[in-house]
């Protein structure tokens, strides 16, 4: 069953700031990787998506990363700005079957 | 081109009630999913169908029954809600074979159960 983490669950940093946000998985079979952008009271947005053929995928500032070997995704953020805001959860495909990480909740403040 | 649209957004329910949750999507997607997101919990898988007249176990499927009779709907029910069964229930819905494989989500239905 996979199994997937997100650290750290909350993290506040200045505008213009980068930043990386981590996803761990346990099973390596993985199909593909997705990262969604949650706001309070709304549903989940798709970001970006990896096939497990892939290594990473580029979306203007997001750049999100897969290594299956080690079992880790990240998902970098460059010039981070205040409507970054949200929670961020990258989940793991395998076998009809998607898992979620808990998320991590990003503040940026101006 | 509405996306993935659940019905209703807000529902209050007694211990024993039942009720119907509606998920629609206009995308031709095959593949559909019901999940519910509770605090600290993240999104936990409750059925899944993969097209027109199919369903499957999710993670959590105890207390939950659904139908795809149509390749655009896919109905969760709740026979005797219980407690437990208040969360926030997200719809989702993705085609197949490469970027198709994005998973577009409804904005979800909060049930309170008392």
């Known amino acids: 069953k996979q199994e997937v983490t997100q650290i750290p669950a909350a993290l506040s940093v200045p505008e213009g700031e980068n930043l990386v946000l981590n996803c761990s998985f346990t099973?390596?079979?993985?199909?593909?990787l997705q990262w969604f952008r949650q706001d309070p009271g709304k549903g989940l947005t798709s970001l970006l998506l990896?096939?497990?053929?892939?290594r990473e995928q580029t979306s203007g500032r997001l750049n999100a990363s897969l290594d299956k070997s080690s079992g880790r995704s990240t998902l970098y953020i460059a010039a981070s700005q205040p409507g970054d805001s949200a929670t961020y959860l990258c989940?793991?495909?395998?076998?009809?079957?998607?898992?979620f990480g808990a998320g991590t909740r990003l503040t940026v403040k101006p | 081109n509405a996306g993935v649209t659940q019905t209703p957004k807000f529902r209050v329910l007694k211990t024993g009630q039942s009720m119907t949750l509606l998920c629609a999507q206009d995308?031709?997607?095959?593949?559909m999913y019901w999940y519910r997101q509770d605090p600290g919990m993240g999104l936990r898988l409750i059925h899944y169908s993969v097209g027109e007249g199919t369903t499957a176990k999710g993670e959590v499927p105890d207390g939950y029954n659904v139908s795809r009779l149509k390749k655009q709907n896919f109905l969760l029910g709740l026979e005797s809600a219980a407690p437990s069964q208040t969360s926030v229930y997200f719809c989702?819905?993705?085609?197949?074979?490469?970027?198709?494989?994005?998973?577009?989500f409804g904005s979800g239905t909060q049930l309170s159960v008392l």
């Open positions: 995308m031709n997607h095959e593949y």
């Open positions: 989940a793991g495909y395998n076998n009809n079957d998607m898992r």
């Open positions: 989702a819905s993705r085609g197949t074979g490469g970027l198709n494989e994005k998973l577009f």
């Open positions: 099973d390596s079979a993985i199909y593909n």
């Open positions: 990896i096939q497990s053929s892939q």
